[in-house]
C-alpha cells in the first residue's frame, strides 16, 4: 500500500530557511500538499503542488517537486517563531476511495 | 470562507461508554471523511461516506464505529463501547467530489480521551 514518510524534527534558527522532506511510494497522485498544525489545533492546509510542477512558490513557501525520485520537500523562508508546528505532507491514495495518506509529520521548532 | 466544524471540541468518557463525535461539512460538499490521530502518530484514514452509505473503511474502523448523516447537515461518527485504544484526536473532512481535482477540507478536530 501506500507509504508516506517524514523525518520527525527539525530545529531552525529565527530568520533561516528551513527545508521539510517527504517521500512517497504511490506514483498516481496529482496534487501532493502540505498541512500545518499548531499545538491542540486541526489541520490547516498551508500549500499544494500538481504533479505536473516542478516547483511551486507561494510567498515565504516554497514547494519542491521530485517526481522522478518520489520525493516532495517545503521550504520557509526567514523562518519565525510562529511557524513551530507539526508539518504534514499528504498523498491522495485512489485506491478504493479517494482518501488521504500522511506522512508521520516533522516537527518545525524555531528557536530565537 | 464556509470551513467544515466539530463538536465537541474535547471529549472525556469512561471507558465502556458510547460516544458520538458530531461534524457538520461545507453545505455543498457530498463526500465526508472521518480520521483518526493517536497522540504523536500519523493522522490515520477512518471512513468515507457517499450517498448514505460507507464508500470505504480502514482496518481501524471495526464494528464499534459506525457514521451517519441524520439529516441534511450533520455527519457523525459513533464509537459503541470506547476502549482506552480510542484516545484521539478525530478530524472529520468533507470534498465537493472525490477525486484528485479536489481538496479534502478538515475540521479542527475532536480529542476524545478515554479513561
Known amino acids: 500500500g501506500e507509504d508516506v514518510e517524514q523525518s520527525l524534527f527539525l530545529s531552525v534558527r529565527e530568520g533561516d530557511s528551513s527545508v521539510i522532506n517527504c517521500t512517497y511510494t504511490?506514483?498516481?497522485?496529482?496534487?501532493l500538499y502540505w498541512y500545518k498544525q499548531e499545538p491542540g489545533a486541526g489541520l490547516q492546509l498551508l500549500t499544494y503542488i500538481f504533479s505536473n510542477m516542478d516547483m511551486k512558490q507561494d510567498q515565504r513557501l516554497t514547494v519542491l517537486l521530485n517526481k522522478k525520485d518520489k520525493h516532495l520537500s517545503l521550504r520557509i523562508a526567514d523562518t519565525q517563531t510562529g511557524d513551530s508546528a507539526i508539518y504534514f505532507c499528504a498523498v491522495p491514495y485512489t485506491s478504493g476511495t479517494y482518501k488521504y495518506i500522511f506522512g508521520t509529520g516533522t516537527r518545525l521548532k524555531v528557536l530565537a | 470562507e464556509p470551513e467544515v466544524t466539530q463538536t465537541p471540541s474535547h471529549q472525556v468518557t469512561q471507558m465502556g461508554q458510547e460516544v458520538i463525535l458530531r461534524c457538520v461539512p461545507i453545505?455543498?460538499?457530498?463526500?465526508f471523511y472521518w480520521y483518526r490521530q493517536i497522540l504523536g502518530q500519523k493522522v490515520e484514514f477512518l471512513v468515507s461516506f457517499y450517498n448514505n452509505e460507507i464508500s470505504e473503511k480502514s482496518e481501524i474502523f471495526d464494528d464499534q464505529f459506525s457514521v451517519e448523516r441524520p439529516d441534511g447537515s450533520n455527519f457523525t461518527l459513533k464509537i459503541r463501547s470506547t476502549k482506552l485504544e480510542d484516545s484521539a484526536m478525530y478530524f472529520c473532512a468533507s470534498s465537493a467530489v472525490a477525486g484528485p481535482y479536489n481538496e479534502q477540507f478538515f475540521g479542527p478536530g475532536t480529542r476524545l480521551t478515554v479513561l
Open positions: 453545505s455543498n460538499h457530498l463526500y
Open positions: 504511490d506514483s498516481s497522485s496529482t496534487y
